[in-house]
């Protein structure tokens, strides 16, 4: 049975920084491309960032391309997604998401039950 548990959201003020970290656990971490998305009250679950299996490659949504960094650690089944200079349009619930190497939610096989971002003015 695949399970992706995230943490690290939480409360910060806009210009802040958060680090999200997901341990999917049940088949092989480095098989699979990684990814991170997220949905916002009333609207629609949208890509944020994608890694390879490999690590070597990466795609991000332009919203979020040089304030966002995705990595993962093979070494301790983990991927991370570094958050910098966060906007209130960040806030979200963040899914962290196992599949292909996609920039779109239906790309993705497992979830995770996602971890809420909240960026105050």
């Known amino acids: 049975q695949v399970q992706l548990v995230e943490s690290g959201g939480g409360l910060v003020q806009v210009g802040g920084s958060l680090r999200l970290s997901c341990a999917p656990s049940?088949?092989?971490?480095?098989?699979?491309?990684m990814g991170w998305l997220r949905q916002a009250p009333g609207k629609e679950r949208e890509f944020v960032a994608t890694?390879?299996?490999?690590?070597?490659?990466?795609i991000y949504a332009d919203s979020v391309k040089g304030r966002f960094t995705i990595s993962r650690d093979t070494a301790k089944n983990t991927v991370y997604l570094q958050m910098n200079s966060l906007k209130a349009e960040d806030t979200a619930v963040y899914y962290c998401?196992?599949?292909?190497?996609?920039?779109?939610?239906?790309?993705?096989?497992?979830w995770g039950q996602g971890t809420q971002v909240t960026v105050s003015s």
């Open positions: 890694i390879n299996w490999t690590g070597r490659s990466t």
């Open positions: 049940g088949r092989t971490f480095s098989r699979y491309s």
């Open positions: 998401a196992q599949g292909d190497y996609s920039d779109r939610p239906g790309g993705y096989d497992y």
